[in-house]
């Protein structure tokens, strides 16, 4: 998904969480678009609210590729007014800027993030979790058993993934080099630049 898609699903994640009633339609239409596949699909389904299925549905959409953005709008039949709404705002919406994120200092920028931090940044990464944690070199075998071992909770195993580079990169593991890697897989550096301020 475009970098500038992506921002604009976050800028109106609570709108659409509170909006749309993704089970009817939405969700199927999506799955038969192969855009979800069936276990995102049982995932959504299994959240006891519509406005926690919307979000677990927008978590899992920016991780789907390309076509996922087009896919979702297209499904938006029922909520044409919502639909209206992204695509104007995509329309006057200046481009990603590097204006738009706050420069972080070099000194902030060289040091090796604390523990703390990386619970903090594990606690905001989404589905791009893996791709980050491949950008910054674990391998696949590494990151299934951060996923074996942590069964139950993202967090731990995307937390267990960040200390397990920062050991074994040693000085190397810098916030600069982690900020690469979120840049790579189409994180928004402000999501990193809030776990450090």
Known sequence: MDPEHRALLRAHRLDLSGQLLVSDTIVPFLYQEDILTETQVEDIESQPTNTQKSLKLLDILPS??????????????????VRDKLLQ????????????????PDSVLQKVPSDRELSRLASRLGA?????????????????RCRSDHGLSTHGAVLAGLVQWR??????????????????AG???????????
Do not use: C, I, N, Y
């Open 64 to 81: 789907r590729g390309p076509r996922a953005f087009d896919a979702f709008l297209r499904s938006l039949d029922d909520f044409s007014w």
């Open 167 to 184: 050991r074994s990169e040693g000085k190397k593991a810098t916030v600069q080099r982690l900020l690469q890697s979120l840049t790579a």
């Open 187 to 197: 994180v928004h550096p402000s999501v990193l630049e809030d776990v450090l301020m």
């Open 128 to 144: 791009e979790w893996e791709p980050v944690l491949m950008d910054l070199g674990l391998s696949p075998e590494a990151l299934f």
């Open 89 to 104: 705002e995509l329309q006057t919406r200046p481009g990603p800027s590097s204006t738009d994120v706050r420069r972080l």
